[in-house]
């Protein structure tokens, strides 16, 4: 495992690039970023922003934009930026997360307070369950499944209503870097192009409990007839120079979001409290996610803070030994309850996903890192 010299990145990242100087795709974006001419993108997202309301006004409705939301820091920040800085009236999709936490609930109806007109999809429930458990022992990863909903409700309500204009937040591609499979551009379609090409479609999770057809929701529109309908899809990120982990957070917090402000961070397994609110599942999720790729959730956001220079990189490496992985057994109880399965089971399961090169089995059982963050590992 090779770390970025600039932030702390590791090239086990899935898609990562780095350059010959081993520096992360993200921090030459980062400095990409200051050459960026935000003035002309601007303009550029005006232009989109106002064929969208010409269209709307065309078709006969009022929403010009569909954003997703989940109620968190970057979809609150998105619905306000597009209503209050663009005039749009957007039309807000929530994919309501199985379990949604109280915190969760409370975030989307704090968005709906602020005058927003929202859809919440719930899938089937049982659907749901079955899926994530299928997510769980094939992939090892139990929100795989869901985020196939999460991804295209928004895309399903555009392509219903006929409404012009999907805003997304955030390009993956260029703020974890993961360059190698994703488009950098504003233009969100070329996402789903891949995602779609990749074999993420509907189909995936047929088996003999789920039809297709059931699976209405885990089903992204074809993106051609989207587009012959006039339908576009953009990253906001991609033409705002306000956009930023910390600053979203500060502007919803400025406009009710609430946070984990009560929970241990060991057992959130990150330093900031403001991430991954309307579930718990995903908590678990990144604790899987550091035994099978040496980094969670407390690298990503480290990342961000070394390249936005709010942190060093030698704090950074005292918060990710700190946080990295870690996750409370509330949780772990949580997603075993849920994916009705036994601990010792769910240990097992997980025990076929861990990076054997990385970790190793202490005498009390538990996964114990070989590498020390920060510091190149093996060959
Ligand atoms: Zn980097």
């Known amino acids: 495992m090779k770390y970025c010299k600039r932030c702390l990145q590791p090239d086990t990242r899935p898609g990562i690039i780095f350059d010959d100087r081993q520096i992360c795709y993200a921090c030459l974006y980062e400095e990409e970023k200051k050459k960026i001419d935000w ?17 709307a006004k065309k078709n006969g409705i009022l929403y010009d934009c569909v954003i997703g939301v989940s109620g968190g820091k970057d979809s609150t920040f998105q619905a306000v930026y597009a ?9 807000l999709v929530n994919c309501v997360p199985d379990e949604i936490t109280e915190i969760g609930n409370h975030n989307i109806n704090n968005l709906s307070k602020l005058g927003f007109d929202i859809i919440r999809i719930n899938p089937d429930p ?6 994530a458990r299928r997510s769980f022992y094939e992939y090892g990863n139990i929100v795989k499944a869901s985020e196939y909903c999460l991804w295209a409700s928004s895309y399903i309500i555009a392509d219903k209503f006929n409404i012009p204009l999907i805003i997304q937040g955030e390009n993956a591609a260029l703020t974890l870097g993961a360059a190698a499979s994703q488009n950098t551009s504003g233009d969100a379609f070329s996402v789903v192009d891949l ?21 209405f929701f885990y089903q992204f529109p074809d993106i051609n007839v989207l587009k012959e309908k006039g339908i576009r899809a953009i990253f906001l990120q991609y033409y705002t120079k306000e956009w930023s982990q910390v600053g979203n957070a500060d502007f919803s917090i400025a406009r009710g979001l609430w946070g984990r402000c009560t929970e241990d961070l060991h057992d959130i397994g990150r330093y900031r409290r403001f991430t991954a609110l309307d579930s718990d599942l995903q908590i678990v999720n990144q604790m899987i996610k550091y ?18 220079g709010r942190l060093s ?6 918060l990710i030994k700190e946080y990295d992985g870690r996750c409370g057994e509330q949780y772990i109880q949580m997603a075993c309850d849920y994916l009705d399965i036994s601990k010792e089971e769910f240990w097992h399961v997980l025990d076929g996903y861990v990076n054997t090169n990385l970790f190793e089995k202490d005498e009390k059982g538990w996964w114990r890192p070989k590498f020390e963050v920060g510091v190149d590992f093996g060959e």
């Not at 003035?39 to 269209?55: C, F, H, P």
């Not at 995602?195 to 297709?212: F, H, I, K, P, R």
């Not at 035994?291 to 936005?308: H, P, S, V």
């Open 195 to 215: 995602n779609t090409l990749n074999g993420c479609n509907a189909s995936d999770w047929v088996d003999s409990t789920v039809e297709e057809k059931e699976l």
């Open 39 to 55: 003035k002309k993108r601007e303009e550029e997202l005006q232009i989109i922003v106002g064929e969208a309301k010409m269209q």
């Open 83 to 91: 209503k209050e800085k663009l005039g749009l009236h957007p039309l």
């Open 126 to 131: 049982n659907i749901a369950k079955h899926l």
């Open 313 to 318: 990189r030698e704090d950074a490496i005292w």
């Open 291 to 308: 035994l099978k790729f040496g980094f969670g959730f407390a690298t990503d956001e480290a990342c961000y803070d070394i390249r936005e």
